[in-house]
Antibody, heavy 118, light 107 residues
């Protein structure tokens, strides 16, 4: 059974940094691209970033490019998101998701809440 | 960036009735379109990919159609567990984009 466990969220001040993690199990992690999707309170889903199987290719939404860095450790079956220069508008639940062959997300973590506030 | 527009924003339907949800892309996404269901406090769940292929374990009452710029999700006979928010996503080009969602509520 596929399982994705998001962690690392919390309260951080504007301009601060946070690192999210997503521990994967139940599938061959190194064979699948992974994505991060976020959802601000009361709002819809926003795609944030994606990474290919080996980590050699990454993709970002314009809203986070240059501030967020996606990475993965295939030996640990773990996905990461390093978030720097955080802004109030980054406040959201962040979901990691397993990408299928076409980069749609067939399995999702439970989400981790990031709150950016002073 | 491809803009995904969903309509209506809210759909009021009685249990047992049919629900038809629309998703429009600002440019062609071929059949690279997915539908998700999300309930309050839960992560999204994949329903449909490739515009019309049901994901594993999704009941046959859910069906997707369309290609290019116009897509439809149909729920043939709404069950109590189907009242939720439905969202489309294009994965044809970067950045990936989601529609704003349609809330299906009990009439």
């Amino acid at each position: 059974e596929v399982h994705l466990l998001d962690s690392g969220g919390g309260l951080v001040q504007p301009g601060g940094s946070l690192r999210l993690s997503c521990a994967a199990s139940g599938f061959t992690f190194s064979s699948y691209a992974m994505t991060w999707v976020r959802q601000a309170p009361g709002k819809g889903l926003e795609w944030v970033s994606a990474i290919r199987t080996s980590g050699d290719q990454t993709y970002y939404a314009d809203s986070v490019r240059g501030r967020f860095t996606i990475s993965r450790d295939n030996s640990k079956s773990t996905l990461y998101m390093q978030m720097n220069s955080l802004r109030a508008e980054d406040t959201a639940v962040y979901y990691c998701a397993k990408a299928s062959s076409g980069y749609y997300s067939d399995y999702w973590g439970q989400g981790t809440l990031v709150t950016v506030s002073s | 960036e491809i803009v995904m527009t969903q309509s209506p924003a809210t759909l009021s339907v009685s249990p047992g009735e049919r629900a038809t949800l629309s998703c429009r892309a600002s440019q062609s996404v071929s059949s690279n379109l997915a539908w998700y269901q999300q309930k309050p406090g839960q992560a999204p769940r994949l329903l449909i990919y490739g515009a019309s292929t049901r994901a594993t374990g999704i009941p046959a009452r859910f069906s997707g159609s369309g290609s290019g710029t116009e897509f439809t999700l149909t729920i043939s006979s709404l069950q109590s567990e189907d009242f939720a928010v439905y969202c489309c996503q294009q994965y044809d080009s970067w950045p990936l984009t989601f529609g704003g969602g349609t809330k299906v509520e009990i009439k």
